[in-house]
Nanobody, 119 residues
Framework: QVQLVESGGGLVQAGGSLRLSCVASGNILGFGAMGWYRQAPGKQRDLVASITSGGVTNYADSVLGRFTISRDNAKNTVYLQMNSLKPDDTAVYYC?????????????WGQGTQVTVSS
């Protein structure tokens, strides 16, 4: 069984910073791409940033230059450093990881962590 546990969300004023962490665990061969998604009330879940096992990153245009994704492969952990936060960044942030299993690759999601940015 694969588990993803997120932490680091909270309430912050506009212009502030937060750092999200997601620790992945399970009886697997390894983790491939990992990423962060967010979902605001009444909206679909969208990609924020992703990173491959080799460190190649991808960002949504709305966070480019403000957010930084990184990972520690030894700890199966992915981070999202969020700077210059805006009220529009308010959402539940979800971690996603691709787990390499004996039967193939499967994606798993964390439970989500709330990020609220006040104006």
């Amino acid at each position: 069984q694969v588990q993803l546990v997120e932490s680091g969300g909270g309430l912050v004023q506009a212009g502030g910073s937060l750092r999200l962490s997601c620790v992945a665990s399970g009886n697997i061969l390894g983790f491939g791409a990992m990423g962060w998604y967010r979902q605001a009330p009444g909206k679909q879940r969208d990609l924020v940033a992703s990173i491959t096992s080799g460190g190649v990153t991808n960002y949504a245009d709305s966070v480019l230059g403000r957010f930084t994704i990184s990972r520690d492969n030894a700890k199966n952990t992915v981070y999202l450093q969020m700077n210059s936060l805006k009220p529009d960044d308010t959402a539940v942030y979800y971690c996603k990881a691709e787990a390499r299993l004996l039967v193939g690759v499967r994606a798993y999601w964390g439970q989500g962590t709330q990020v609220t940015v006040s104006s």
